[in-house]
């Protein structure tokens, strides 16, 4: 008997038996071995003697998850249980991702990262530091799996949290996590990557527990260097492999993606991930209010990845309906800590150049609420309750129902909770978070407001691109995502406020979110093949169920 990789699309390069296959992840059952497994396995006196089903592994795990006292110890069981029992732990994640996704990622993940030191008990994924360069083919030659996926990041732009250096691992961890939670890419084909560059992080550096190269930042040319060494490895080491680009400083994250997008299958989720959700949020929202697109004003508070990201696809989405390029980006607005991005206005990077307009300099938010007198605004400036009451109050001044988007996450660096947004425009807002916020009652009525996460558009991207083998991840995609995902909506989710699906419907969206971006691929010319007959039952059968 050879153990089960867990996957039908899946053989072991090897068949380890005893305390091997007990420390392998990917095999491990622990107590669910059956008789005949341990006797075959070698496992004969390694398990005490009662044999457990997967279903009492979940109910127990989740008896000793709920008595922990803080959701960052809940981050390190959950973790450990994944170091030790994959199938055991994406089944937890998958059966109760509603309790579980805050967890393992935002808005946990955040406070993980910020003690990832202190807490670190076991490696995973691949950690390549500047002083590996001219070995980086060699160190991604070690990795003993066939991936498909990687997630990439240099640690400089952690969440709103900044420069984490090497403890920004969490995040390709926690991503590649949600791929296989959310939409079944087989954590077999998962590999997160660290390119330690340094930190510029004072506190990382004279942290005795900091698990990174204890020097500034690498930049400028030998830092593109390192980069490039990387990406030229790994599409050596793994041909045809996505490579999503995670939280990179804004002067890096733009450059990458243009440097790399038009012949490597790459895209930066932070950038065009956030932009699709946002833009499906957008959709959802004028489902309720009524209106098109075109007719929105939109104004950012934030002018970086994000911000430029969600006004570029919201550009694409207006000229799709009929607007011409420049009514398009007049209609879309971006405030920085400088103020309102406007034409001559001396240090305007490239990214915000596309959207600085011909108007007077505006200091503050709230003046360019009512300069401007948008419909809505979208909060990815990760400063924590930059929507004061007046901000608020402003928008429903102006607004029959004002569209209110605060996406900065972790929580500490939300725009306004929930409740404030309802509050103060008297239950009229149409709110997205980037945070979980329980629901709301104001007025009789209860809110059910909704993450407009990431998690929603990512996962089904990176099956599409993974399923059909395209080339290349273009913006036709995400826009197909954007579409996908609005579509999935209900009336009963917007009657309460909802303007995502509910999470646990996140694997049947993620398929059909397949679907569409393996559909562009095929109707460009980008896939490896030719389409299926049944392309969604195509996409579903690629799915990687947790079970034994």
Request: aromatic letters at 8%; one cysteine or more.
């Amino acid at each position: 008997m050879k153990p089960d990789r867990m996957s039908a699309h899946s053989t072991p390069a090897y068949s380890p038996h005893g305390l091997a296959l007990l420390r392998d992840p990917l095999l491990n059952k622990g107590i669910a071995f059956t008789e005949e497994e341990r006797d075959a396995l070698g496992l004969r006196g390694f398990l005490p003697a009662a044999v457990m089903s997967m279903e009492a592994q979940v109910e127990r795990f989740l008896t000793n998850l709920r008595g922990l006292p803080s959701d960052l110890e809940k981050y390190v069981a959950l973790n450990s249980l994944h170091d030790r029992n994959e199938a055991l732990f994406f089944r937890i994640v998958c059966d109760h991702i509603d309790e579980i996704q805050p967890l393992i990622y935002t808005p946990t993940v955040g406070l993980a990262c910020q003690k990832y030191g202190l807490i670190f008990q076991r490696p995973r994924g691949l950690f390549i530091s500047y002083n590996d360069r001219g070995r980086i083919a060699e160190i991604l030659s070690n990795w003993p799996y066939r991936t498909k996926l990687i997630v990439v990041t240099d640690g400089e732009r952690i969440l709103g949290l900044g420069d984490l250096g090497a403890n920004g691992m969490g995040i390709p961890v926690g991503k590649l996590s949600l791929y296989t939670a959310c939409a079944g890419v087989h954590p077999e084909q998962c590999l997160p990557v660290m390119l330690d560059v340094g930190t510029n992080n004072e506190e990382f550096l004279n942290d005795p527990y900091y698990i990174g190269l204890r020097q500034k930042r690498v930049t400028g040319a030998a830092y593109d260097a390192f980069v490039d060494e990387f990406m030229t490895a790994a599409r050596a080491a793994f041909p045809g492999v996505l490579i999503q680009f995670e939280d990179f400083a804004n002067h890096s994250a733009f450059r990458l993606l243009h440097k790399y997008r038009s012949d490597a299958c790459v895209f930066n989720d932070d950038i065009q991930g956030t932009a699709a959700v946002a833009l499906a949020g957008l959709f959802s929202a004028l489902r309720v209010k009524g209106g098109k697109l075109g007719e929105q004003t939109l104004l950012f508070l934030g002018a970086g990845e994000a911000a430029t990201g969600i006004a570029d696809l919201v550009v694409s989405a207006m000229m799709a309906e009929g607007m011409s390029e420049a009514e398009a980006l007049r209609r879309n607005w971006l405030v920085d800590s400088r103020g309102l991005v406007v034409k001559g206005r001396a240090g305007l990077s490239g990214h915000k150049l596309r959207f600085a307009h011909d108007q007077a300099h505006i200091g503050d938010f709230l003046t360019a609420i009512e300069t401007l007198k948008p419909t809505a605004i979208i909060g990815v400036a990760a400063v924590g309750g930059a929507f004061t009451p007046q901000v608020l109050q402003a928008m429903a001044k102006l607004n029959e129902q004002p569209i209110i988007f605060a996406l900065s996450n972790p929580t500490s660096k939300a725009e306004c909770s929930a409740e404030e947004a309802y509050r103060h425009t008297n239950g009229r807002a149409l709110f997205a978070c980037g945070s979980p916020f329980d629901p709301v009652k104001l007025n009789g009525k209860s809110f059910v407001p909704r993450q407009g996460n990431n998690s929603y558009i990512f996962p089904g991207v990176g099956l599409g691109a993974i399923a059909s083998g395209t080339r290349l991840v273009t913006d036709e995609m995400f826009m197909a995502a954007a579409h996908t995902l609005a579509n999935s909506v209900s009336e009963a989710d917007r009657k309460q406020g909802s303007l995502y699906p509910a999470l646990p419907r996140i694997r049947e969206v993620s398929a059909q979110i397949g679907a569409a971006v393996a559909d562009v691929a095929y109707q460009n010319g980008l896939a490896a093949g030719p389409p299926p007959n049944d392309l969604i039952g195509f996409i579903q059968s690629q799915m990687y169920d947790a079970h034994y």
